[in-house]
């Protein structure tokens, strides 16, 4: 089976801090994605990465940035965090072997509410 | 732009019966992939079903199918004989239009269904 297992659940913070969010997948998969959740707005792709140390901007990058230094683990980072930051974050990946088959799914971590207070 | 719009932000369902998701998509490229996640309370993303744009016959997963009406840009997700399990929010995604390589996904707004005993 799959894994993908985002390292906390919840997490509150205060504005101003630097915050990690961690993610690790099991499956050797190539591509990583950090989305995020708000209500009536679906999922928005942040960042994602396609191979080690190789990154992409996503849809509302501004404020976060992304590490990843072994194929297994994609970080999301939150250089100062904000208030308008408070949200679910959902850790996804998606191996690029069968890609281009077309039905390949993305599977996804249980995601991290994070409020910033 | 790709888009992806659930038009319903709430529904509810008597256990047994059947339930029309409703999910329309915009896009001028003729190769995508359309895909339902399910989202339980607990936050994880579970895949349910795929139909990919030149699939000839619409998709079906156990009670699951997808109603797959192209000239119509609509892939609504039909539940079966529906159980209080199923109780859960319902994204709607598309695999980005010359995705391949990358396996991003679009969502849509999301749909919470409520089954009632």
């Known amino acids: 089976d799959v894994k993908v297992t985002q390292s906390s659940r919840y997490l509150v913070k205060r504005t101003g801090e630097k915050v990690f969010l961690e993610c690790v997948q099991d499956m050797d998969h190539e591509n990583m994605f950090w989305y995020r959740q708000d209500p009536g707005l679906g999922l928005r792709l942040i960042y994602f990465?396609?191979?080690?140390?190789?990154?992409e901007k996503g849809d509302i990058p501004e404020g976060y940035s992304v590490s990843r230094e072994k194929k297994e683990r994609f970080s999301l980072i939150l250089e100062s965090a904000s208030t308008n930051q408070t949200s679910m974050y959902l850790c996804?990946?998606?191996?690029?072997?069968?890609?281009?088959?077309?039905?390949?799914?993305?599977?996804f971590g249980q995601g991290t509410r994070l409020t910033v207070v | 732009a790709q888009k992806i719009t659930q038009t319903q932000p709430g529904m509810f369902v008597q256990e047994k019966e059947a339930v029309t998701l409703d999910c329309t998509y915009d896009?001028?490229?003729?190769?995508?992939?359309l895909f339902w996640y399910k989202q339980p309370s607990s936050g994880e993303m579970i895949f349910l079903i795929y139909?990919?744009?030149?699939?000839?016959q619409n998709a079906t997963e156990g009670r699951y199918s997808l109603n797959f009406q192209k000239a119509r840009k609509s892939a609504n997700l039909v539940i079966s004989a529906s159980q209080l399990g199923d109780s859960a929010m319902y994204f709607c995604?598309?695999?980005?239009?010359?995705?391949?390589?990358?396996?991003?996904?679009?969502f849509g707004q999301g749909t919470t269904l409520q089954v009632k005993p």
């Open positions: 139909q990919g744009s030149y699939d000839q």
């Open positions: 996804a990946s998606i191996t690029t072997r069968r890609l281009r088959l077309g039905n390949t799914e993305a599977f």
């Open positions: 995604a598309m695999r980005e239009p010359g995705s391949s390589n990358t396996g991003k996904l679009i």
């Open positions: 896009t001028s490229d003729p190769s995508y992939g």
């Open positions: 990465s396609y191979d080690v140390k190789m990154k």
